[in-house]
Every structure is written in C-alpha cells, then in structure tokens.
C-alpha cells in the first residue's frame, strides 16, 4: 500500500527518520523509512540507468520478479537444496547462519512511482545476496564497507549517510583499514560491476558463485589484516581447511 505524502510531511519524515536512524542503526525500520522519503534524483536515474538495460527494462515493465526471495522463508529449502558452490546454495547458508530471515525485509512504503517503488524494494530485498557476491561480513566493519559498495553503486542517499555517518562508531584500527583499503575496494569494484539493480537473480541461483562474480566483474577486497575484517573465528576457519 502507498502512503502520499505532502512535502511538509515528508520533510518532517525524513529528519525524524534521520535522526532516529542514525542515532540508532539497528532501527531498520527507521533506515527504510529515510531510504524512501529520501530517494529523490537517485531514483529517477536508476530508473533512466536501468531502462537501458534488455533485462532491467523487461522487469520495469512488469514490475516482475516481485520479491526476492519469491517466497521469502518458504524458498530457502529448495535454496539449500541447490548444489555447493552456487549462488543460490551461498545466499541460503549466508541467511542460515546469521539466522536471518527475508522477511526482516521491510516492504517499501512511502514511494508513489511503481517503478521507483520496485528498484527500491529490489535494493532492500537483494542486500543480502549483494553480501554474499563481494563476500563481506556482516560485522559492523563488513556492513560499513558493504555500504560504501552500494552508495557508489547506487547512489542512494540513506546508503551514502550510513557509509559516511557510521564510521564514527568504529575503533581506529578498523576505521583506518576502511579509509586506506575497503573504502578503495569499494569504490573501484561498485564501479567496475555491471549493473547489478538489472539482474534477475531469480535466474542464476542455481550457477557457481565465482562463475557469476567473474562475469558479472565483482572484485573481492584484498585485505592485510583479513582478522580485522573477517574476525577471529572466521580466520581459524579457513585456517583448518
Ligand atoms: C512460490 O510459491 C508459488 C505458489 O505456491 C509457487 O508456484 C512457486 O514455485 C514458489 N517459488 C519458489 C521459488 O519456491
């Protein structure tokens, strides 16, 4: 269901969801609200960028596939059933142990544009498997870089305030790693990617993941402190394998 908005209404929204957001990033509900009324010039251009695709405009045009996963929780089986390597296999076992859930995903709300509405949604809904395509941790570090990657690529204004406000809240060595090497990472490989607002994910799950990186040109950050990034557990992890 769309909410119209008078200007007043949406400027009031948009500082109190700011506000709230920033203060408090675990108030997701927040961050989606200022991701709306905050969209703006960006969403018209990712509009105009994505009509220019064969793919992003057949599903522009159809405002179809709707959410991903199609069938939020209910998808994740035959996702798990899929084979080791994949895609699809990777974002199962991604969502499995952080226990999260697709339906965490807020429906948007407040953008009156089908088409806007839709490539928001899409950008919310794919978070997660955009984590798994560059591999970042969902760390506070991960998610900070992984927000760099997306406010390039997509130059959604609620994804440039998180890469710029929520450094603040990271210890120095962490945030010097950001600023000298994820930061970099970021920039260069959000921009090298193909667009990856005009892909129908629905169709490659089921292909490897580095088959798909490497065609769809993602670039995984390389790091010289990785336990800084990827934390204690995951390095001891890779360590015995
Ligand atoms: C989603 O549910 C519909 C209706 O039950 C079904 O036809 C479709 O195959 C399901 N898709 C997935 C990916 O599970």
Known sequence: MVQRLSVVGRGALAVGSAVLALSNPARADMVAVLGEVTGGAALPHLKRRLQRTEVGSEMLSTLEPGRFPENGSETLPSLRALPEGSLGRAYATFMDSRKFEPESRLPVRFVEDAQEAWILQRYRDVHDLWHVLTGMPTNLLGEIAQKWFEAVHTGLPVAVLSAAF?????????????????????VESASDAVDLLAIRYEDHLARNLDEVRAEWNIKMPQVSEPSLLYG??????????
């Open 166 to 186: 929520a450094p603040m809240r990271l210890e120095l060595r962490k945030r010097a790693l950001l600023a000298e090497e994820l930061a970099p990472w970021a």
């Open 232 to 241: 204690k557990k995951w390095m001891q992890r890779m360590n015995r394998t």
